[in-house]
T-cell receptor, first 121, second 114 residues
Framework: AQTVTQSQPEMSVQEAETVTLSCTYD???????LFWYKQPPSRQMILVIR??????QNATENRFSVNFQKAAKSFSLKISDSQLGDTAMYFC??????????????????FGQGTILTVHP | DGGITQSPKYLFRKEGQNVTLSCEQN?????MYWYRQDPGQGLRLIYY???????QKGDIAEGYSVSREKKESFPLTVTSAQKNPTAFYLC?????????????FGPGTRLTVL
């Protein structure tokens, strides 16, 4: 079974600064996807960024980028020029692609425990 | 607008009652999912369905039941057998399970047992 670990329950950062959220995962699969979701106080889950495991290039989306280290099974999220609207809970998620749908991770997301990020003015 | 709707937003249940949470999507997605979120914790998968008339148990299915009679709808029933049902429930949908596409989430239902 896959596990996703976010070791930082809470983080804080000053507006306009950079912060990195950590995520590690454990899997025996070679092909999978990784995601970072954001859950603001409204509790609506919003996709921040995604990464395909077979791509070596790190994904970027505007101020958000990842550091994907496949061998180390690490998938950290870097937020540059932090804004007050970035205050939220951030979840790392793993999506396996094993073709055996019964009892495996096929198509399902496994989430980490989340990191609460507070951006201070 | 395409999206996922969940109702009600808040739900109160008395001990021993069954309640049903609604989830509807108009994204033409094949797969739908139910998650439970407890305070300060991540999302845990209750049930999922990859196609109409078929569904699978997730990691915490005990005390819950679902149906998938229509592509657009995936209601979740919280039965009296669920001993600690107070939580935030999120419904999600996605395209083909093998696709790169992410899961899209509804706004959630907050269930409180009185």
């Amino acid at each position: 079974a896959q596990t996703v670990t976010q070791s930082q329950p809470e983080m804080s950062v000053q507006e306009a600064e950079t912060v990195t959220l950590s995520c590690t995962y454990d899997t025996s699969e070679n092909n999978y996807y990784l995601f970072w979701y954001k859950q603001p106080p409204s509790r609506q889950m919003i996709l921040v960024i995604r990464q395909e495991a077979y791509k070596q290039q790190n994904a970027t989306e505007n101020r958000f980028s990842v550091n994907f280290q496949k061998a180390a099974k690490s998938f950290s999220l870097k937020i540059s020029d932090s804004q007050l609207g970035d205050t939220a809970m951030y979840f790392c998620a793993f999506k396996g692609l094993s073709a055996n749908a019964g009892g495996t991770s096929y198509g399902k997301l496994t989430f980490g425990q989340g990191t609460i990020l507070t951006v201070h003015p | 607008d395409g999206g996922i709707t969940q109702s009600p937003k808040y739900l109160f249940r008395k001990e021993g009652q069954n309640v049903t949470l609604s989830c509807e999507q108009n994204l033409n997605h094949d797969a739908m999912y139910w998650y439970r979120q407890d305070p300060g914790q991540g999302l845990r998968l209750i049930y999922y369905s990859q196609i109409v008339n078929d569904f699978q148990k997730g990691d915490i299915a005990e005390g819950y039941s679902v149906s998938r009679e229509k592509k657009e709808s995936f209601p979740l029933t919280v039965t009296s057998a669920q001993k600690n049902p107070t939580a935030f429930y999120l419904c999600a949908s996605s395209g083909r399970p093998s696709s790169y596409n992410e899961q899209f989430f509804g706004p959630g239902t907050r269930l409180t047992v009185l």
